[in-house]
């Protein structure tokens, strides 16, 4: 690292104390942050390993806990996951390419969208959630159906897809772009041709980082009406509930089998959200270009 | 490209919500919603009747009053109720052109419930109730309950206002529907209730009958004295009216329309009134007996004749 | 960057007129639309906010919603004092920023000055897990094993429903946003001024807490801004967790609702428009957006400001 390394090998006998105690709160505050971490991850395989069965994974929603499963839950879930990707990541890229490549930074307008952005990335989900409410389940009509979910899902997560793929754009040098406007090519297709496509990667892993919070998102779901009991598989213009929803409905039963089941939901949803995570750092550590 | 196709989405969305008139029975399901006191009735026949090769229902929980203005507002074929459907909100009904009809399916005694721990009380009188739910109450230890009980603080769970299971207690106790005191942890969804109740020692709920049936190992029923003595809450006392003032009807009322628009919708209404007594019994409600459901089936028939 | 490439030549010869190619008019149109989906969505939350509020307030008095300690809308006797759902949200953000704050840094610090450059990246990636955990799964850990921990482990009074457990768990949700942050800031510090402390003999530990995080304080704070904000907007955790009894009190053992509580309580989708219940929901949902926008905006400023100051 720099020239000296911290641990301080002799001096008076105070300092060294000072120091190693230093490193170990140091060292602690890693351990209480992970260590919660591990417990809970632990806690919540421990519990819901027994409700753990294909039923919870194929079998429908019942007031019963031996017979109650998360199908339709799961794959709203998916559904949903698959609507957010669609809508946030044309629409974050675009907007991300339009702020890096063809925004004039001296007008007002373009930076009011900028700011604009990174205000929408502070708005708490529930917000989104009283948005989609007013304008989507009943501004438009369209009601509480999948679609509405996902727009309001996409809402959530575009400014961070926009953010992230602004970073992945500026990360390609500009030697790049100039090359290609030098054997004369239009701005467009240096974006389309060149830009875009060496910042896949970095734009892939911030969708999916996003899809995985939106997939793990509740609040908003809630606001339009996602906790119903619901038997059959999710349709695009269908009743649904997601699997978070799901989740939280069961943890407000008290009977205890439900508090498994609700484990054992948990789980699931940790597998695909950890599992979507995986594949955005490996995409980020495999394909990061060294220019 | 893809923005031109999201706008392409969207239009067509909207035209075609603008086409299905509402989200009433939206993706071919018939749509109920309203008390969550009824709704696990209603969730129970709905998979009995799923399993049997019936059309999907989809069963919310947001309170006998939010149920009704939803019902009211044509958004749903079934609205579950605690109570009856109070003056205001037929008329808003009437107004919307929204026809229905009323449906008795179980009966339910309103359990008054404390902590498991909790040994000194046994039975309540009415008036003693009345004293700490009334609006503006400052009782907030078992000691002023009655002297004789220990130096514990009382903690108070219950229903919110959007329930039936509240507008009832409070109309039988307080004398008035919406007259209570709001420092309560108030919910519509009396399993959080159960939940509160049984974690704490000092703690006072009230809820249906089914959820104290369902969590009797957590939680003591109180019994009520009314002036007559103390009853103790149960089916019989329940069917044979000496529970009092706290058994109470519960309904599914049925839009009308939907019942001729709706497929299978008069099919499950049916299913439900035949079945009442035996799913009241497995949901652990008050089962109607013979004579009532007779009663009911013929509205129904009435109804839809 | 975005500009256009203009060749140098020599001054003399007159260069033709560009011709307008309207396919990459075309293009940037597109693309301003898809940019204008944000602002739309902006003024979609003003509107659908603003609009109703103001026909609450209409309804019940500014001053009374303002400084009423009272809060029960749906009763008989209605009453709109929003103060409790106030100090209920203030009191779960300040208890979890009291476990985030320290922590984080503290993470940090580990990441940004211990830490060999190899356990780093094996490290940061488990962060980041815990930062991807779905916050109902986080509630129910807190309902479900923090509360009774307390209770039996620990020996704390908490009720069922209480703002510790919430606060606990909240504030260990935030921990990966304050770290990452904080340890951004400190990465920006050039070495140079690492290195001089040592050279002048200063230990790490003097190196760290007297150097470095002075260096980085802006963007810290920033941080701590940041993770303030989304504790105040947080609804799972203090949803299953904290509970839904909207009083004043201090005491982290007891049941507190938060707006976001008492929004995502109430707002089941079902809530009829119209209705006061409906409108309530605007008018504390406009105050919690004013309250993270605010917030947003000075560590907005506050990040500008540290930018600048090494470039």
């Known amino acids: 690292m720099t020239v000296v390394d911290g641990a301080l090998a002799s001096g008076p006998p105070r300092r060294v104390w000072r120091n190693r105690l230093f490193q170990g709160a140091m060292l602690l505050c890693m351990l209480v942050a992970f260590g919660t971490l591990a417990v809970l991850l632990v806690d919540t395989l421990v519990t819901g390993w027994p409700a753990l069965s294909s039923q919870l994974l194929t079998g429908l929603p019942s007031t019963l806990p031996e017979e109650a499963g998360a199908r339709p839950a799961i794959l709203a879930t998916l559904y949903l996951g698959a609507l957010v990707l669609l809508f946030s990541v044309p629409i974050g890229v675009l907007t991300a390419v339009y702020l890096e490549e063809y925004a004039n930074r001296e007008r007002w307008w373009n930076r009011a969208i900028e700011v604009n952005i990174q205000n929408l990335a502070a708005v708490p989900a529930i917000v989104y959630g009283i948005l989609g409410l007013a304008f989507i389940v009943r501004g438009i009509g369209v009601g509480r159906v999948v679609l509405a979910g996902g727009l309001i899902l996409t809402l959530v997560v575009l400014p961070t897809v926009v953010v992230s793929s602004r970073e992945a754009i500026r990360a390609v040098p500009d030697s790049i772009r100039q090359g290609a406007f030098a054997l004369g090519a239009t701005k467009w297709q240096v974006v389309w041709r060149q830009v875009l496509p060496a910042a896949i990667p970095g734009i892939a892993t911030g969708s999916i980082l996003a899809l995985s919070r939106a997939v793990g998102e509740t609040a908003p779901l809630i606001m339009v009406g996602a906790i119903t009991y619901v038997a059959f598989n999710p349709t695009l213009f269908g009743a649904y509930t997601a699997l978070p929803v799901q989740i939280y409905n069961w943890t407000r039963q008290p009977d205890v089998d439900f508090q498994t089941l609700a484990a054992a939901g948990a789980i699931v949803l940790l597998v695909i959200v950890l599992t979507m995570n995986a594949v955005a750092i490996f995409l980020r550590n495999r394909y990061r270009k060294q220019w | ?305 | 960057m975005s500009a256009d490439v203009t060749v140098a030549r020599p001054a003399v010869v007159a260069l033709p007129r560009k011709r307008i190619r309207w396919g990459e008019q075309f293009v940037h149109l597109i693309l301003f639309i898809a940019a204008a989906i944000s602002v739309l969505t902006t003024v979609g939350i003003v509107l659908s906010l603003l609009l109703p509020a103001l026909e609450f307030f209409r309804e019940v008095s500014p001053l009374d919603f303002f400084t009423g300690t009272t809060w029960a809308p749906l009763f008989l006797d209605a009453q709109f004092g929003v103060l409790p759902l106030v100090v209920g949200t203030l009191m779960i953000s300040f208890w979890s920023a009291l476990v985030a704050f320290p922590l984080g840094l503290g993470v940090a610090i580990y990441l940004s000055e211990y830490a060999a450059p190899r356990a780093t990246a094996f490290l940061k990636p488990i962060l980041e897990i815990l930062a991807a955990i779905p916050t109902v799964v986080l509630g129910y850990f807190a309902l479900t094993f923090v509360t009774p921990f307390l209770r039996d482990q620990v020996g704390v009074q908490v009720e069922i429903f209480n703002a510790l457990s919430a606060s606990l768990v909240l504030g260990i949700m935030l921990i990966p946003t304050i770290a990452t942050l904080s340890e951004d800031a400190m990465a920006a510090v050039p070495r140079d001024l690492r290195d001089g402390g040592y050279a002048l003999g200063a230990d790490k530990l003097q190196v760290s807490t007297r150097i470095v995080v002075p260096a980085a304080i802006s963007g810290i704070i920033a941080a701590f801004v940041l993770g303030f904000s989304r504790a105040v907007g947080e609804t799972m955790i203090v949803l299953i967790a904290a509970g839904q009894l909207a009083q004043i009190t201090f005491d982290p053992r007891e049941t507190v609702e938060t707006i976001t509580a008492f929004i995502g309580a109430t707002g089941n989708g079902d809530v009829p428009t119209g209705s006061i219940e409906y409108k309530t929901i605007f008018a504390v949902g406009l105050t919690l957006f004013v309250m993270t926008l605010v917030m947003n905006l000075i560590s907005i400023r506050l990040v500008r400001k540290y930018r600048e100051v090494y470039e």
């Open chain 2, 1 to 305: 490209m893809s923005s031109r196709a999201l706008a392409v989405v969207l239009v067509a969305a909207a035209a075609l919500a603008g086409c299905g008139g509402g989200d009433s029975s939206s993706g071919g399901a018939i749509s109920a919603d309203g008390s969550s006191t009824v709704g696990p009735f209603t969730t129970r026949t709905a998979e009995d009747f799923r399993a049997q090769g019936g059309v999907d229902v989809t069963v919310g929980i947001s309170g006998t009053g939010g149920g009704f203005e939803r019902f009211c507002a044509d958004e749903t074929d079934i609205s579950n109720a605690s109570r009856a459907i109070k003056d205001e909100e037929a008329a808003i009904c009437a107004d919307k052109g929204v026809e229905y009809v009323e449906l008795q399916v179980a009966t339910d005694a309103l359990t008054n419930v404390v902590n498991s721990a909790n040994d000194w009380v046994k039975c309540l009188t009415v008036d003693q109730l009345n004293a700490i739910w009334k609006p503006g109450s400052t009782v907030s230890n078992w000691s002023q309950v009655d002297p004789s009980y220990p130096d514990v603080e009382l903690k108070l769970y219950g229903a919110g206002t959007d329930s039936g299971t509240f507008d009832y207690f409070t109309d039988a106790i307080n004398g008035e529907e919406g007259a209570s005191r709001t420092d309560f942890s108030a919910t519509e969804d009396d399993n959080v209730t159960v939940q509160g109740v049984s974690g704490d020692r000092g703690a006072l709920g009230y809820f249906g009958f089914s959820y104290y049936e369902e969590n009797q190992d957590k939680l003591k029923a109180l019994e009520i004295d009314d002036g007559g003595g103390c009853v103790a809450p149960n089916v019989e006392t329940a069917q044979d009216g000496s529970y009092t003032p706290l058994s109470r009807p519960l309904f599914m009322y049925v839009k009308l329309s939907s019942l001729e628009t709706t497929d299978g919708l008069a099919d499950f209404v049916r299913f439900t009134l035949e079945n009442a007594a035996a799913i009241a019994k497995e949901a652990q409600f008050v089962p109607l007996n013979q004579e009532q459901v007779d009663a009911e089936l013929q509205k129904l028939e009435d109804a839809t004749a």
